[in-house]
Nanobody
Framework: QVQLVESGGGLVQPGGSLRLSCAASGLTFTDYSMSWYRQAPGKERELFASIDDFTHRTNYADSVKGRFAIGRDDVQSTVYLRMNSVKPQDTAVYYC?????????????WGQGIQVTVSP
């Protein structure tokens, strides 16, 4: 079955850096656009970074632009998120997301979510 397994979360100080990984299995990774979402308590889930399946073109929300970077390794079937200059408001559960780009209603899959806490 399809699995998206996230790792690398935890506690980080303001201004610090963190690297998240999401290892995909059970799918053809190159058919999927990959994204990162996050959700803080009491707030809506936010799409903040994505990378497409062919050109590797990236998009970022204004909230993270210039601080976070998304990348993918199609050999390892893994998507990454490098978080720099983190702020307390970055505290959230971070979710890896995969979308099959071959159809309008292509399959979507979610990781289990991983906690990132930014605190001194």
């Amino acid at each position: 079955q399809v699995q998206l397994v996230e790792s690398g979360g935890g506690l980080v100080q303001p201004g610090g850096s963190l690297r998240l990984s999401c290892a995909a299995s059970g799918l053809t990774f190159t058919d999927y656009s990959m994204s990162w979402y996050r959700q803080a308590p009491g707030k809506e889930r936010e799409l903040f970074a994505s990378i497409d399946d062919f050109t590797h073109r990236t998009n970022y929300a204004d909230s993270v632009k210039g601080r976070f970077a998304i990348g993918r390794d199609d050999v390892q079937s893994t998507v990454y998120l490098r978080m720099n200059s983190v702020k307390p408001q970055d505290t959230a559960v971070y979710y890896c997301h995969a979308h099959d780009t071959r159809a309008i209603r292509g399959a979507v899959y979610w990781g289990q979510g991983i906690q990132v806490t930014v605190s001194p």
